[in-house]
């Protein structure tokens, strides 16, 4: 089992900035990577960001690049999420997950994930 605790979510004003961190613990030695998702209300759980653990490229969703920087620390078992410029649209509940057996070129895919975090809740004013 791996368990995942996500912090840093708030309320900011577009165009803002906000930082996200994930803490990983349990049996974090079969982790391939490490995603974000979110879920606006009303809409379906969608792909933010994705690390891997051993050499640290990443994916993002066409609706983040340049704007979000996902980063981690092999040491201490976290993945970041670097939010800026950020939009109304980017509201929305953000979860960190993690899967055993997940295929690279299937890393923005929901179902290659096993573990989720509870969610931290994003909320950006207009």
């Known amino acids: 089992q791996v368990q995942l605790v996500e912090s840093g979510g708030g309320l900011v004003q577009a165009g803002g900035s906000l930082r996200l961190s994930c803490a990983a613990s349990?049996?974090?030695?079969?982790?391939?990577?490490m995603g974000w998702f979110r879920q606006a209300p009303g809409k379906e759980r969608e792909f933010v960001a994705a690390i891997r653990w051993n050499d640290g490229t990443t994916d993002y969703a066409d609706s983040v690049k340049g704007r979000f920087a996902i980063s981690r620390d092999n040491a201490k078992l976290t993945v970041d999420l670097q939010m800026n410029s950020l939009k109304p649209e980017d509201t929305a509940i953000y979860f960190c997950?993690?899967?055993?057996?997940?295929?690279?070129?299937?890393?923005?895919?929901?179902?290659?994930?096993?573990?989720w975090g509870q969610g931290t809740q994003v909320t950006v004013s207009s």
């Open positions: 997950a993690t899967g055993r057996n997940i295929i690279s070129s299937m890393i923005a895919s929901e179902p290659e994930y096993d573990y």
């Open positions: 349990g049996r974090t030695s079969s982790s391939y990577a």
